[in-house]
């Protein structure tokens, strides 16, 4: 089991950059795909990357591609997201989770744990 703790939402101009961050507990966090979500209000929640163990492969939402970078540091169990480029349609809670499942590389559903999220807010 893992536990996930997210950091770094607030406020930015459209336009700036926020860089989320996601602190996993236990041993074995290199076992685990990781990924990142977000809810809207009034919205379902989305995908918006996805890593692999190794971090060797990466996956994006379209709305993201070219403006946020996934990546992951094994060694100190994080995992974080670099927000560029941003817009007033990214405003958001994001989640942090993770698939403990080896079924597959990488994944766009079927997260097993979930952190309890941070805003971000991007203003026009």
């Known amino acids: 089991q893992v536990q996930l703790v997210e950091s770094g939402g607030g406020s930015a101009q459209a336009g700036g950059s926020l860089r989320l961050s996601c602190a996993a507990s236990?041993?074995?966090?290199?076992?685990?795909?990781m990924g990142w979500f977000r809810q809207a209000p009034g919205k379902e929640r989305e995908f918006v990357a996805a890593?692999?163990?190794?971090?060797?492969?990466?996956d994006y939402a379209d709305s993201v591609k070219g403006r946020f970078t996934i990546s992951r540091d094994n060694a100190k169990n994080m995992v974080f997201l670099q927000m560029n480029s941003l817009k007033p349609e990214d405003t958001a809670v994001y989640y942090c989770?993770?698939?403990?499942?080896?079924?597959?590389?990488?994944?766009?559903?079927?997260?097993?744990?979930w952190g309890q999220g941070t805003q971000v807010t991007v203003s026009s």
């Open positions: 989770a993770a698939d403990s499942s080896f079924a597959y590389v990488i994944s766009r559903s079927g997260y097993d744990y």
């Open positions: 236990g041993r074995t966090f290199g076992v685990y795909i």
């Open positions: 890593i692999s163990r190794s971090g060797s492969r990466t």
